[in-house]
């Protein structure tokens, strides 16, 4: 029998308690408010670990409440992407012109250079939470649609769905009580990997600039230092301290995700 990766999964709920107590709770981990201000480019030390940044602030403060930020916009954004795909994803197994339009969609999202147009829109619409979040939402669902989509056409082909039809059940009620229950592994895998992908689209979006300047993300944090010189002045932990949140943050999902798709391959099975 197949080991499930239990201790992939507790990693990833360790590491997803540590930063939901990081968005919901900042002050827990830092003695400092946001806006206290110290020496500029101080070095990492007991009284600041990550060091200052160019402006006085405290860099291990910035980062906590940062997290809320990147947490936000990712999670909002795959639930966005989540509602999205499933609905196009449905509508695209109907026959007729509503099939083929969805279906078309489907395909011309696919062929579409994700990050250019983000960048594009970004600079037209301008930098805000919800700009962010409406756009990434908009490119990023394209992946849902498709697996739910092959996963409705695997349903329909069972043997219990004729035996609904035969029956004289509604299409409604088959697709609400019967088809969406069955698409809970599809939906959860792809939430959670989905989450990953918002939050490395908005730490990019960000880094670039197009992030909000009034509710700072790591991306954003990763941007600052840049400009600001932090490279020059060897402030490495002002550098690579939001990269390596981004990154665990982002395992944290996959790890949680790893297990329920060996779960589900174990029931299958």
Request: charged share 15%; glycine share 8%; aromatic share 12%.
């Amino acid at each position: 029998m197949k080991k499930k990766p239990y201790f992939a999964l507790v990693l990833g709920l360790a590491l997803l308690l540590l930063f939901t107590l990081m968005s919901a709770a900042p002050g827990l981990f830092t003695d400092y408010g946001l806006k206290d201000m110290f020496p500029q480019w101080l070095r990492p030390s007991a009284e600041h670990p990550l060091g200052t940044n160019a402006m006085g602030y405290d860099v291990a403060t910035e980062l906590f409440y940062a997290a809320r930020e990147t947490l936000y916009v990712g999670l909002c954004s795959s639930v966005l992407c989540l509602a999205l795909g499933t609905l196009i994803g449905v509508l695209s197994v109907r026959t007729g012109v509503v099939g083929a339009f969805f279906n078309a969609l489907i395909n011309i999202f696919v062929l579409l250079p994700r990050l250019i147009c983000l960048i594009v829109l970004s600079g037209f619409l301008g930098a805000s939470r919800q700009n962010l979040i409406a756009l990434i939402s908009l490119f990023n669902w394209v992946g849902i649609a498709r697996n739910v989509r092959a996963k409705v056409l695997h349903i329909h082909e069972q043997p219990f769905m004729e035996a609904l039809r035969i029956q004289g059940f509604s299409r409604l009620h088959i697709a609400l009580c019967h088809v969406l229950p069955n698409l809970s592994d599809v939906l959860l895998s792809r939430f959670l990997l989905g989450v990953n992908s918002c939050i490395m689209l908005e730490s990019t979006l960000s880094f670039l600039g197009f992030g909000d300047l009034y509710h700072p993300s790591w991306g954003t944090m990763i941007n600052f230092a840049y400009k600001r010189g932090a490279f020059l002045r060897q402030a490495y932990a002002y550098l690579l301290s939001p990269g390596l949140c981004i990154v665990l943050l982002s395992l944290s999902f996959y790890f949680v995700s790893l297990w329920f798709e060996d779960r589900q391959n174990s029931i299958e099975e």
